[in-house]
Nanobody, 118 residues
Framework: QVQLVESGGGLAQPGGSLRLSCAAS????????MNWARQAPGKGLEWVSG????????DYADSVKGRFTISRNNAKNLLFLQMNSLKPEDSALYYC???????????RGQGTQVTVSS
């Protein structure tokens, strides 16, 4: 069964940090590029960051560049998103998504909620 399961969300203060994880199963994780996307209440799905299969190339939305870092551990089928200097506008349901960098229409997990508030 092909599956993506996100975790690590929660409540953070502005300026704080969170680290999201995504556990992949049921497919050859190391062969695929992966992405993080987010959806805030009342808004559409927004691409956040992507990484190629071997982790050597990454890309970020302008809104998170310099604050978020995507990485992966292919030996453990894990994808990560380190989020620093969080802002209230980063509050959203965060998903990991399988697909080429920038493509978030394919397989996604159930999401993990991030709330940034004082």
């Amino acid at each position: 069964q092909v599956q993506l399961v996100e975790s690590g969300g929660g409540l953070a203060q502005p300026g704080g940090s969170l680290r999201l994880s995504c556990a992949a199963s049921g497919f050859a994780f190391s062969a695929y590029p992966m992405n993080w996307a987010r959806q805030a209440p009342g808004k559409g799905l927004e691409w956040v960051s992507g990484i190629v299969s071997d982790g050597t190339v990454t890309d970020y939305a302008d809104s998170v560049k310099g604050r978020f870092t995507i990485s992966r551990n292919n030996a453990k089928n894990l994808l990560f998103l380190q989020m620093n200097s969080l802002k209230p506008e980063d509050s959203a349901l965060y998903y990991c998504a399988k697909g080429a960098i920038g493509v978030i229409s394919g397989l996604r997990g159930q999401g993990t909620q991030v709330t940034v508030s004082s």
